[in-house]
């Protein structure tokens, strides 16, 4: 849960309210959320994501960082990003598709124009921080989060504590090689992602690779398309193999899936189904959920993240 503090504390002098400013920067979009001390969601916005310099990136973090500070208190900032992220040093080391971001000291540089404290962390990480918070990772020392996208993100949580790996890539479960048949070995990216599905798909039907699917026109259509039911089938088998390896590695006490597919009520069900039929999940038979949280995820978790910081240094 995120920082709590005195129900007399919530207003300053003036009647501004203590909140949290929180961003979840994305290759598109940056969503922003301003949260109360306690973890209520205020205000939620989103704008494009700057992609031509990294000074128009800051300025845009700041402006809104600005036009909060008109109406709220601000406690702290947090940050979930894309890419290897150093949360020490508060640094991308990569950040995805945002390349001008690259081994960028975010946190130094922002702090440059602003005083409160800020935190950054990894989008898929966040979206755990998120899920043993509030979502459906509650009690649960032990549990992995995989999203399915554009490619395959993970976070890793061992004994109620993030594993971020010697060199903070702990969790990027899409690199994993799952068809070893061929050379060059093919990773999780390529075969179980959202994106491989509908790539699979535009070639059977012929389309472009340009042209725009939406997944869920897939889901939808395996169910009527013999075709589309084949190629959906080989594809929760890739994905399958890399639940099935990811539980052997941790052996956790659940496997949460995220990303806007998971969102369909039949792929669970239907990973599941998947899984039973290779007598070797008996043994390393974990549950699979769906996580709570989708859109927001990044925000709730930065939101976590940063009130924790924010409560060890009251507590220092």
Same mark, same amino acid.
């Given at each position: 849960?995120?920082?709590?503090?005195?129900?007399?504390?919530?207003?300053?002098?003036?009647?501004?309210?203590?909140?949290?400013?929180?961003?979840?920067?994305?290759?598109?979009?940056?969503?922003?959320?301003?949260?109360? *001390?306690?973890?209520?969601?205020?205000? +939620?916005?989103?704008?494009?994501?700057?992609?031509?310099?990294?000074?128009?990136?800051?300025?845009?973090?700041?402006?809104?960082?600005?036009?909060?500070?008109?109406?709220?208190?601000?406690?702290?900032?947090?940050?979930?990003?894309?890419?290897?992220?150093?949360?020490?040093?508060?640094?991308?080391?990569?950040?995805?598709?945002?390349?001008?971001?690259?081994? /960028?000291?975010?946190?130094?540089?922002?702090?440059?124009?602003?005083?409160?404290?800020?935190?950054?962390?990894?989008?898929?990480?966040?979206?755990?921080?998120?899920?043993?918070?509030?979502?459906?990772?509650?009690?649960?020392?032990?549990?992995?989060?995989?999203?399915?996208?554009?490619?395959?993100?993970?976070?890793?949580?061992?004994?109620?504590?993030?594993?971020?790996?010697?060199?903070?890539?702990?969790?990027?479960?899409?690199?994993?090689?799952?068809?070893?048949?061929?050379?060059?070995?093919?990773?999780?990216? /390529?075969?179980?992602?959202?994106?491989?599905?509908?790539?699979?798909? +535009?070639?059977?039907?012929?389309?472009?690779?340009?042209?725009? *699917?939406?997944?869920?026109?897939?889901?939808?259509?395996? /169910?009527?398309?013999?075709?589309?039911?084949?190629?959906? /089938?080989?594809?929760?088998?890739?994905?399958?193999?890399?639940?099935?390896?990811?539980?052997?590695?941790?052996?956790?006490?659940?496997?949460?899936?995220?990303?806007?597919?998971?969102?369909?009520?039949?792929?669970?069900?239907?990973?599941?189904?998947?899984?039973? +039929?290779?007598?070797?999940?008996?043994?390393? +038979?974990?549950?699979?959920?769906?996580?709570?949280?989708?859109?927001?995820?990044?925000?709730?978790?930065?939101?976590?993240?940063?009130?924790?910081? *924010?409560?060890?240094?009251?507590?220092?």
């Amino acid at each position: 849960m995120c920082w709590e503090k005195n129900i007399a504390s919530h207003f300053l002098k003036g009647g501004k309210y203590m909140a949290f400013i929180c961003f979840d920067v994305g290759g598109t979009a940056i969503k922003q959320g301003i949260f109360s *001390v306690e973890g209520e969601l205020l205000e +939620k916005d989103e704008f494009p994501t700057p992609h031509n310099d990294k000074e128009s990136f800051y300025q845009s973090i700041l402006n809104v960082i600005e036009e909060y500070e008109r109406t709220y208190e601000i406690q702290g900032i947090g940050l979930s990003m894309p890419g290897f992220i150093d949360p020490n040093e508060g640094k991308a080391i990569t950040a995805g598709a945002l390349y001008t971001l690259y081994e /960028e000291k975010i946190v130094e540089v922002l702090q440059q124009n602003i005083s409160y404290p800020i935190a950054i962390e990894n989008d898929a990480n966040c979206a755990a921080l998120a899920e043993q918070a509030t979502g459906h990772a509650q009690e649960t020392a032990n549990f992995l989060l995989i999203t399915i996208g554009t490619g395959i993100g993970g976070a890793i949580v061992l004994n109620n504590e993030l594993f971020r790996g010697n060199t903070f890539r702990a969790g990027e479960f899409g690199l994993m090689h799952i068809d070893v048949a061929n050379h060059p070995f093919m990773t999780a990216h /390529e075969l179980a992602s959202t994106s491989a599905l509908v790539r699979n798909y +535009k070639e059977y039907k012929g389309l472009t690779p340009e042209t725009v *699917v939406d997944a869920r026109v897939i889901m939808q259509e395996k /169910e009527i398309d013999s075709g589309v039911q084949e190629l959906f /089938e080989q594809w929760i088998t890739y994905l399958a193999a890399l639940i099935f390896n990811s539980s052997t590695f941790f052996n956790p006490e659940k496997i949460l899936l995220g990303g806007g597919i998971s969102a369909d009520e039949t792929l669970t069900p239907t990973l599941i189904k998947q899984l039973e +039929k290779d007598n070797s999940w008996q043994e390393m +038979k974990t549950i699979i959920q769906n996580c709570k949280y989708y859109n927001e995820a990044g925000l709730r978790g930065a939101c976590v993240l940063i009130s924790e910081k *924010v409560k060890r240094n009251h507590e220092a």
